[in-house]
């Protein structure tokens, strides 16, 4: 059993569209991440969460920290062909790593 | 701009071969780890550095070693390189785990 569920695993969308992409757990966690990874690239950070119910704006993207700190949304508005890649969402465990779950693989067609 | 540099994007190896793969931070960071992505799978912690020296197993420590001679290097090894692991490998490092990774564009290992 994964630690994270992550979904849709795939999605293709035409440019403009919205779009909303979950991470989802049985746990608890202290922080969560959002990553996006382009291909051929490392995944870079795009927001942390620590706090049951935080939202927080990142230009289009807005993420969503569940209340019960188990789970957390990735909305995108008027998506871009910019905005293409795998959404990687990770929690802190053993309060000395993360871990990742297996992504969302994001296409939006021009 | 902090950056996590790999020595190499792609590599092939043959079966049985010893393997290095390097990774240096520019940014004095105390933490580095070693990660393996697979598709369907995530990315997997190999192992992983809180200090010089220092070394911690990850959740798939089989098959590889590590290296942490400088603060701001962190080598993998693959000591008799196999075909399962064929993969794009990841290195990161960051100050303090909370604050999140800063990732290397990845070497993606091929073994024939």
């Known amino acids: 059993t994964q630690l994270l569920e992550q979904s849709p695993q795939f999605l293709s969308i035409q440019e403009g569209e919205n779009l909303t992409v979950y991470c989802n757990s049985s746990?608890?966690?202290?922080?969560l991440q959002w990553y996006r990874q382009e291909p051929g690239e490392g995944p870079v950070l795009l927001v942390t969460v620590v706090t049951g119910g935080e939202v927080k704006k990142l230009k289009r993207l807005t993420f969503q920290f569940g209340d019960a700190r188990k789970d957390s949304s990735l909305h995108i508005t008027a998506a871009q062909p910019g905005d293409t890649g795998l959404y990687l969402c990770?929690?802190?465990?053993?309060?000395?790593?993360?871990?990742f779950g297996s992504g969302t693989k994001l296409n939006v067609k021009p | 701009d902090v950056k996590v540099t790999q020595s190499s994007r792609y590599l092939v190896k043959r079966t049985g071969e010893k393997v290095f793969l390097e990774c240096v931070q520019d940014?004095?960071?105390?933490?580095m780890f070693w990660y393996r992505q697979d598709p369907g799978l995530g990315l997997r912690l190999i192992y992983f550095?809180?200090?010089?020296?220092?070394?911690e197993k990850g959740d798939i420590p089989e098959g590889y070693s590590v290296s942490r001679e400088k603060k701001e290097r962190f080598s993998l090894i693959l000591e008799s390189a196999s075909t399962n692991q064929t993969s794009m490998y990841l290195c990161a490092s960051t100050r303090t785990v909370a604050y999140g990774y800063t990732f290397g564009s990845g070497t993606r290992l091929t073994v024939v």
């Open positions: 940014m004095d960071h105390e933490n």
């Open positions: 990770a929690v802190l465990y053993n309060f000395n790593k993360f871990y």
């Open positions: 746990s608890v966690f202290s922080s």
């Open positions: 550095s809180y200090d010089v020296k220092m070394k």
